[in-house]
């Protein structure tokens, strides 16, 4: 069975349910004529990458995981359950739905937890330590300030790992821009078959990870030195990664470069505040021209222990010890944004009243 065609027939399937039963909705106006509710459905739309993740959840945990997929409610729950049943591409038995002739091809949700218990057997897990430390151990990696590097905590490896499987729900291409938090080594641990491919400017990161990738036969890991600056992807993927340099050019130089990788699909960033404060009203602006929407914002899980990369980090803490003051734990905090790119725009139609659903 092949996703994209079935995706295709339930899109036609759920417009042609959505304008029978839209007109009859609390919210939405008597006599509504068939021209404005065939114009309203691209509100109703969902993508392909909604579509996947619900067949995800039905694949593995056999029912509709209302709570983890936004834009599933009761009606479009409803509309696809009939569209399966009518296909035979599924069956109801003890208040549970299992799919029938659907390939290999999705994949599952990973907890923290589960995370950890993968990479308990690769290595002897010191939390304080960062992920790659844990890993390469004497052979260390020397984070450099040029290229704005700093270390990322454990604890934020295992989260930033959980919640790219959360919503990446299929074996698909995916490209990490800059990875000097080496996220493709943990994704490929937990799941050999996403195709990764890793660009980089640092060749230190380049050759940590190929000797990873070596030592633990990782053949889905791909690498490639780059400066994102003056280059172009190669591929076509259906995700990317990215924890640029924490400045209005450096998110926008390096989304775009994700974003030309696509044409429709994910987008996970990491990115921290404390250059970009209030100008972080441009990036939504950039983000919206670009027409990704914002799924989720994690606030306060993305850290990074002192290592005194940068000389004005340590000037600052030694005054704040001078002061009576010090730092104990990670002092610097990322957010993680999960972004969705739509593969249809959205008009501005003309303000209606409060109550008007359409």
């Not at 490929?188 to 000797?211: G, H, M, Y």
């Not at 002061?323 to 139609?349: C, H, M, Q, T």
Request: charged share 30%; proline share 3%.
């Amino acid at each position: 069975m092949e996703l994209e065609s079935l995706y295709f027939e339930f899109l036609e399937f759920l417009k042609e349910n959505y304008i029978k039963e839209s007109q009859n909705w609390t919210g939405v106006e008597k006599n509504v004529k068939l021209s404005t509710l065939e114009k309203s459905f691209v509100h109703q739309k969902i993508t392909f990458f909604e579509f996947c993740s619900i067949l995800r959840d039905l694949f593995y945990y056999k029912r509709f995981l209302f709570e983890k997929n936004q834009n599933l409610d009761i009606w479009v729950s409803k509309i696809l359950l009939k569209f399966l049943l009518k296909k035979e591409a599924a069956f109801v038995k003890n208040n549970k739905i299992f799919l029938k002739g659907f390939p290999d091809i999705f994949l599952r949700r990973r907890n923290e937890n589960e995370i950890i218990e993968v990479l308990n057997k690769k290595m002897k897990i010191n939390k304080k330590l960062t992920f790659i430390e844990n890993l390469i151990g004497k052979e260390r990696f020397k984070w450099k300030k040029d290229y704005d590097q700093i270390p990322i905590s454990f604890s934020s490896s295992v989260f930033i790992a959980s919640k790219i499987f959360d919503y990446f729900p299929v074996k698909k291409r995916l490209l990490l821009v800059g990875d000097d938090d080496f996220n493709s080594v943990i994704l490929s641990f937990l799941e050999p078959n996403i195709q990764i491919t890793v660009v980089d400017i640092d060749a230190e990161v380049l050759e940590t990870i190929e000797r990873i990738k070596k030592k633990y036969s990782l053949e889905n890991i791909s690498t490639e030195k780059c400066d994102v600056r003056y280059s172009k992807p190669k591929k076509d993927f259906s995700g990317f990664v990215i924890n640029p340099p924490y400045t209005i050019s450096g998110v926008k130089t390096f989304f775009n470069f994700g974003d030309k990788a696509i044409k429709e699909g994910l987008a996970f960033l990491i990115v921290g505040n404390e250059s970009i404060k209030n100008r972080f009203l441009l990036l939504q602006k950039f983000f919206n021209s670009k027409n990704f929407i914002i799924r989720e914002i994690t606030n306060g899980r993305i850290s990074y222990p002192f290592r005194g990369i940068f000389k004005e980090d340590i000037s600052d803490k030694k005054e704040l010890e001078k002061l009576g003051l010090k730092i104990k734990g990670d002092y610097l905090f990322a957010s993680f944004y999960v972004l969705e790119k739509i593969p249809w725009r959205i008009k501005n139609n003309e303000e209606k009243g409060i109550y008007n659903y359409l």
